[in-house]
């Protein structure tokens, strides 16, 4: 696979690859190679902060949201806004996520911007494939932090494309104490508390991977993203967790992805529970260090 920083058009939606600057080709890319690019995942503002002293000027910490357009073979797929980092990897394991990739395999990820200033430049991903994937069908709505694939597919469709998967065995307490472990490397959320956050963890409850961003379904694709690049998809013998509520398209992202165990720290959806239960995966709700709730397993 060939991970490119960087490709620039003057005009239409294509990317041009003759001004690309490229990693070297090789193995499979470890973690750090996709970070090709720092961009600020956080934003310095000054606010008025009211309390016990009266009000004050202070600074504060914001989390930056940005919209990033994710292409296929230089389609259009979407945009959706998120916290810029980790773009190659969201914008993969979105498309394996919605089925979109089909099985093709990834030949290389690459910034296609279609300027010269940074905020166009790097919010424009493309994924190649060489035109093995299906051509997709491009959504005409933006993709917003809350919402990924928001129902575009249903429980029957899945089923039509996934299998149910082998429940893990993961001890009732190890998977209470997961909330906590993966806060520990919550880095942007300790400095904003406005992200969330998504990460695999193994069956002693230690996270391996820890993604964060503005919106629930970015940080998971940010992990299942990264899983796939490294050529472990599907994801046996992991847990997904989720800081937040689990919805249906959550479940859906972890059922695509392998995992057998979902853990989320807030209440899963009526649908979630049903999905969970169509692909035998254990689905945790309100996971705290002393007590959790097993809706499906």
């Given at each position: 696979m060939q991970l490119i920083s960087r490709s620039t058009a003057s005009t239409g939606s294509r990317c041009s690859k003759s001004h690309a600057c490229s990693l070297a080709p090789g193995p499979t890319p470890q973690r750090h190679s996709l970070r090709v690019v720092a961009r600020g995942r956080t934003q310095t503002v000054l606010i008025v902060k009211h309390g016990e002293d009266g009000p004050r000027r202070v600074p504060d910490e914001l989390v930056v949201e940005e919209p990033l357009e994710i292409r296929l073979d230089d389609h259009l797929v979407t945009t959706t806004m998120r916290t810029p980092g980790h773009d190659f990897e969201l914008a993969v394991g979105f498309l394996h996520s919605e089925g979109l990739l089909a099985g093709a395999p990834v030949k290389t990820v690459r910034y296609c911007g279609t300027g010269s200033a940074v905020e166009t430049e790097f919010n424009v991903v493309s994924v190649d494939t060489g035109g093995i994937a299906p051509v997709p069908t491009a959504r005409l709505t933006p993709t917003t932090a809350s919402c990924g694939i928001c129902g575009s597919e249903s429980i029957a469709d899945?089923?039509?494309?996934?299998?149910?998967?082998?429940?893990?065995?993961?001890e009732v307490d190890v998977l209470a104490k997961v909330p906590s472990r993966v806060l520990a490397e919550q880095t942007v959320f300790s400095t904003t508390g406005g992200v969330h956050a998504a990460a695999a963890f193994d069956a002693s409850g230690a996270?391996?991977?820890?993604?964060e961003d503005i919106g629930r379904h970015n940080a998971v694709d940010k992990v299942v993203g990264r899983l796939l690049l490294d050529g472990t998809l599907p994801a046996e013998g992991l847990g997904l967790f989720v800081s937040g509520r689990a919805s249906f398209e959550i479940v859906q992202k972890a059922w695509a992805a392998g995992f057998a165990t979902v853990v989320a720290v807030s209440a899963p959806s009526s649908l979630a529970v049903e999905t969970a239960k169509a692909a035998s995966i254990r689905l945790v709700g309100f996971a705290r260090e002393d007590r959790l709730n097993i809706y499906a397993e």
């Amino acid at each position: 696979m060939q991970l490119i920083s960087r490709s620039t058009a003057s005009t239409g939606s294509r990317c041009s690859k003759s001004h690309a600057c490229s990693l070297a080709p090789g193995p499979t890319p470890q973690r750090h190679s996709l970070r090709v690019v720092a961009r600020g995942r956080t934003q310095t503002v000054l606010i008025v902060k009211h309390g016990e002293d009266g009000p004050r000027r202070v600074p504060d910490e914001l989390v930056v949201e940005e919209p990033l357009e994710i292409r296929l073979d230089d389609h259009l797929v979407t945009t959706t806004m998120r916290t810029p980092g980790h773009d190659f990897e969201l914008a993969v394991g979105f498309l394996h996520s919605e089925g979109l990739l089909a099985g093709a395999p990834v030949k290389t990820v690459r910034y296609c911007g279609t300027g010269s200033a940074v905020e166009t430049e790097f919010n424009v991903v493309s994924v190649d494939t060489g035109g093995i994937a299906p051509v997709p069908t491009a959504r005409l709505t933006p993709t917003t932090a809350s919402c990924g694939i928001c129902g575009s597919e249903s429980i029957a469709d899945l089923c039509k494309r996934l299998a149910p998967l082998d429940t893990a065995a993961v001890e009732v307490d190890v998977l209470a104490k997961v909330p906590s472990r993966v806060l520990a490397e919550q880095t942007v959320f300790s400095t904003t508390g406005g992200v969330h956050a998504a990460a695999a963890f193994d069956a002693s409850g230690a996270p391996l991977l820890v993604r964060e961003d503005i919106g629930r379904h970015n940080a998971v694709d940010k992990v299942v993203g990264r899983l796939l690049l490294d050529g472990t998809l599907p994801a046996e013998g992991l847990g997904l967790f989720v800081s937040g509520r689990a919805s249906f398209e959550i479940v859906q992202k972890a059922w695509a992805a392998g995992f057998a165990t979902v853990v989320a720290v807030s209440a899963p959806s009526s649908l979630a529970v049903e999905t969970a239960k169509a692909a035998s995966i254990r689905l945790v709700g309100f996971a705290r260090e002393d007590r959790l709730n097993i809706y499906a397993e």
